[in-house]
């Protein structure tokens, strides 16, 4: 089964940036559709972006442009860069995946109900 290691969050202040890795074991890398999700306590998951292998991605609306997800499949690790951080991006970043054909093209964001791998969340904190 695969495992999935996130690390790079931490806490910066409105406008900074910040990189989250997720580290990929278990499974072909190639075959999985890998995502980030976000969650605020007493708040639902929600999906921010999701990527398949051929550079297919599908992001949330509230992202504009802000933040870029990348796949290194050399090294088996997704990457989500967050550029002109804001308070309400304050939350838990959790990496997730799913077993999915190569030829998968994605062009919507993820849905919590789609995945069933999930990384352990890493703390990402936007404040003056």
């Known amino acids: 089964q695969v495992q999935l290691v996130e690390s790079g969050g931490g806490s910066v202040q409105p406008g900074g940036s910040l990189r989250l890795s997720c580290a990929a074991s278990g499974y072909p890398f190639p075959r999985l559709l890998l995502a980030w999700f976000r969650q605020v306590p007493g708040k639902q998951r929600e999906g921010v972006v999701q990527?398949?292998?051929?550079?297919?991605?599908g992001y949330a609306d509230y992202i504009r442009g802000r933040f870029v997800i990348s796949r290194d499949s050399a090294k088996n690790t997704l990457y989500l860069q967050m550029n002109a951080l804001k308070p309400e991006d304050t939350a838990t970043y959790y990496c997730?995946?799913?077993?999915?054909?190569?030829?998968?093209?994605?062009?919507?964001?993820?849905?919590?109900?789609?995945?069933?791998?999930w990384g352990q969340g890493t703390q990402v904190t936007v404040s003056s």
């Open positions: 990527a398949d292998r051929t550079g297919g991605t």
């Open positions: 997730a995946a799913r077993p999915c054909n190569i030829f998968t093209r994605i062009r919507r964001p993820p849905e919590v109900r789609e995945y069933n791998a």
